[in-house]
């Protein structure tokens, strides 16, 4: 029973908040963009999270099937907001449209701002668990000193 | 491994590792959808981990879901994981005299 696979698993976790708050950041930097390569305005981004079996090396691989399998993240898929932009009428805009309206990101910064933290205290949380274990894999090895 | 109790000791830290990496992936999975935490009764399983080594891992109860069907909480979790981390330590000393002891028999007494 290692407790390495419990560093994978976080690890796992920080790599899936971190693509998370890029995401979210990219929403905010993008909240005014009326043109995108896949043409109109950007749209939002959010990450999807799927638990996994924990990938690491082969032995705590090897040992998750023989007992408590402990479970990773990862990021499954990246939805984009579906809904239609915001119309907003600026007659004088480039990329206004024959009646004057420019279409916008459907970009609440507000949500996005309270996404953003509660990624990066998962985050943290998951730093918290690092920390934790590693102290707890070298206290058994002080057990021989 | 040496007497009852630091085979005792060693069951008891197995426990707790295996609680530890069940906090851990709880701790990762506190965005997935759907997911629900997962622990171990820990006294239950301490009192039969005398013949099964494999701790029964259940689903928590009690514990309130949010809409996307995750159940997580973050701060019980947090709690459990400094609680392991403790009671680790606990255990590591206890077994670190045990030692102790035995290496001073075998010095016959001298340090």
Known sequence: MSLFSALSVSASGMAAQRTRAELLTENLANAETTRTPEGGPYRRKDAVFVTTPSQSEFRSIFASHLDTKPQGVAVSEVVVDPRDPVMRYLPGHPDANPDGYVGFPRINPAEDMVDLMSTSRNYQANVSAISAVKDMIQKSLDILR | ?111
């Open chain 2, 1 to 111: 491994m040496l007497d009852p109790l630091s085979s005792n000791l060693e069951r008891y830290m197995d426990l707790l590792s295996a609680r530890q990496k069940l906090v851990a992936s709880n701790i990762a999975n506190a965005d997935t959808p759907g997911y629900k935490t997962r622990d171990i009764d820990f006294q239950a399983e301490f009192r039969n981990a005398m013949d099964a080594r494999q701790p029964h891992i259940a689903q928590v109860s009690g514990l309130k879901t949010k809409n996307d069907g995750n159940n997580v909480n973050i701060d019980r979790e947090s709690r459990l994981l400094a609680e392991n981390d403790i009671r680790f330590s606990i255990a590591t000393s206890l077994l670190r005299s045990r030692l102790k002891t035995l290496r001073s028999a075998i010095q016959e007494g001298r340090t």
